[in-house]
């Protein structure tokens, strides 16, 4: 016969329930990170597009048409840096971590705030050469 009473089972179960509950927010949390990671990598592609469109059709006339294509990648390639850092916060802010340490969401604002700064200064570079 068991030891346990019913009522210990139940507080068990009940604490098993609330650790994978945990786990899973955990999870949520660690996804979040991935997903803006992919979402930063998409938009240095759409820059590196640009920069590439720039390239390769830099001698086309009128020259102005080449670099405004880049700079339309550019733009896109720091539209999805913004988009993505707006979502990371959101989801950020709905979730707590129990054992897993997320990037604090200062950190992924610096890492947003130096990937269009670097792009924007790209754009103006194109421009100028």
């Known amino acids: 016969m068991s030891d346990k009473s019913s009522n210990d089972l139940a507080e068990e179960r009940t604490g098993l329930a609330q650790d994978r509950t945990e786990w899973a927010e955990d999870r949520t949390v660690l996804a979040n990170e991935r997903t803006y990671a992919g979402w930063m990598r998409t938009g240095l592609a759409s820059v590196g597009m640009g920069l590439a469109f720039n390239a390769i059709f830099r001698a086309t006339e009128p020259t102005w048409?080449?670099?405004?294509?880049?700079?339309?990648?550019?733009?896109?390639?720091?539209?999805?840096?913004?988009?993505?850092?707006?979502?990371?916060?959101?989801?950020?802010?709905?979730?707590?971590?129990?054992?897993?340490?997320?990037?604090?969401?200062?950190?992924?604002?610096?890492?947003?705030?130096?990937?269009?700064?670097?792009?924007?200064?790209?754009?103006?570079?194109?421009?100028?050469?």
């Open 65 to 129: 048409l080449a670099k405004a294509v880049a700079t339309i990648f550019v733009a896109i390639g720091i539209y999805i840096f913004w988009g993505a850092w707006r979502h990371a916060c959101k989801v950020k802010e709905r979730l707590n971590s129990h054992a897993a340490s997320p990037l604090p969401s200062s950190r992924l604002g610096v890492i947003t705030g130096c990937f269009v700064f670097g792009s924007a200064a790209l754009g103006v570079v194109l421009w100028i050469l």
